[in-house]
DNA sequence: CCCAGAGGTGAATCTGGCT
DNA sequence: AAGCCAGATTCACCTCTGG
């Protein structure tokens, strides 16, 4: 826990800042005015679903200060960008504050606004990790014929600057897609059935997001407890997988009937329990062993010679866990890295060693003793 | 024939125009200074693959040590957004003025790049009529685990502006994706084996490109005998392409040893008959479902029990699609084998779910989801 | 001649913690 | 802040070689 390693004034204003937030609460009116009510660097993860269909309501105005009434103004082309881009840089700005220093920000949207909403990021700072495909499994078919099948949405991961630290579940990714690295499109199908909130038959949200998506989001990007903003809160998806993973979650919506449903669903919501919520741990988190160790507790004899893969390779174990091979003298790494002629080596994966009869690497002991000292 | 209903003094105007075009030639030069010197109005289509200012860092080794061979070209190199920007809006202020009103644009980027060049084409007067997911069957993997796999590229198509017209083959279109509509994300391979230019055993140009790529664009929007300019013609995928296909082609390019190498291999390239082009597409491959899929939309909870069919064994599902029994971890397929002590298993038809009131292996589960959400 | 296995490679913003 | 160093990290293809 980073907390722990916190100096105790560090940390006490860092649990005042989570105090003062509305937590498992959907603050209620305008995205940005709503988000100003907020602590800064208070937040883990900023989801946003931001409207691009540029009927954005009555309270903007133009550059020049102008009133725009988005229903009934005729506006041409280039005034209506330069609306929507104003609005964008508003919301981006009150999201950049509250996000953390090694928190991230997620956008999603259409080719009517993401390649501005992904340029504004970039220009605001933001150092984008992936931009990410969500592949429809089963879109609505262009039915005049015209265009290609709009088939997909566009995805934005983004950090907080090109040096910023961000959260990435890697092993729980892989094991969730059958021990491939996950790729940058997913493919999911669209929100209906049972999951689609209806009132009198009637969708309650013309784009209500799938589940899976915020999903896979969150157990990516997210650790457990951490607080996950999302200023276009609409019905609520972000809080409902939030409750699911056992995250933390804030909304921000305008329209109390979307509200009102986002609470009613987020209130049928299921958390998981602590042993499902649990995922295959990355290696990097895991307990370290040292090398001198497994010499010291005698899984491996000092004097033993270990070798490459293949044999062509080799180097005598000694007493303090370094490594002789003729004059070169080294540690797992360093030597593997010396006699190969790399710049760099892991040397539990590279350094082989005959045991029960079969020849392993000495990672595999290092596993073996791992288990068996586990509590 | 759009011609015959012209008058006859614009028809010869119009013939002039083309007459004047450099058809099947590469412009050597910068593409800026290259477009400028062609008429205004004359060009159908302007495909476009820019520099995509990657902004590498330094050295890229894989797992085994071995050396990535990055894009490190001087052509990629900016010193900032604002350079790029510059850069990308003189070349498209060139290619819209060479193109016809009722032409149309196809650019392609990565993440880096595209955001900017989109948003920018919005602002030009560009209306994007698609975005479109090349969507890579064999992408280079992430060797570090930092990030979701790079496994796409965008492009966008967009023609002169919201009112134009352009081009569309509905039915071609249509006929090559069996007779599906086709969608905005297209499976295709990355480009090498035989098709790749080599010199001397290395590749010519860094990011050549598939011709399947481009024959699908050529394919679904421009006519037999359009004109096709490509401003960073490289080693002339375009070109090659446009013969086959029966189009003219035009290329501007800066460096003389990718011009050499595209002309020859231009000479080469056979025109085609477009009945055989089906078979150049990659087959649909079956879709595939990761087991963790099935949790992801709640197919499956976490936090359910599956069992063998005899129900002698048990194990827990967990948020990421690993399976926890007793003390072991593991996927579906690995933890199957170690609990029988086997050396595989096949998890699918191993573990079984109760579903409905009867005991059903977890691939049935996959089935009714494949089922519940083809195309 | 075929097959198995080894080796190479592709638009990549590719480590992190401690001193 | 820069430097050091332990140590984590790959998928789908293609071509070539040896048996």
Redesign the pocket.
Known sequence: MAQT?LKPRAAQAQADVRAALPLGQIIAGDCVEAMRSLPSASVDLVFADPPYNLQLGGDLSRPDGSHVDAVTDHWDQFDSFAVYDKFTREWLTEARRVLKPDGALWVIGSYHNIFRLGAMM?DMGF????DVVWRKANPMPNFKGTRFTNAHETLIW?SMG?KA?YT?N??AM?TLND???MRSDWVLPICNGQERLKKGGTKVHPTQKPEALLYRVMLATTNKGDVVLDPFFGTGTTGAVAKRLGRQWIGCERESNYREAALERIEMALELDESALKTMQ???S?P????GTLIETGWIAAGTVITDK?RRLSATVRADGSLVSGTEI?????LG?KLQGA???????FWHIEHQGEVKPI?ALRKLYLLATED
Chains 1, 2 share one sequence.
Do not use: M
Request: charged share 20%; hydrophobic share 40%.
């Open positions: 390693l970039q150092w984008i990790l992936n983004a090109e630290r990435f890697y092993t892989k021990e491939l690295q990355s290696p990097r895991a370290k062993v040292a090398f293949k080294g540690s797992i790494h360093g890295a710049p760099a080596c892991n040397g539990w994966t990672d």
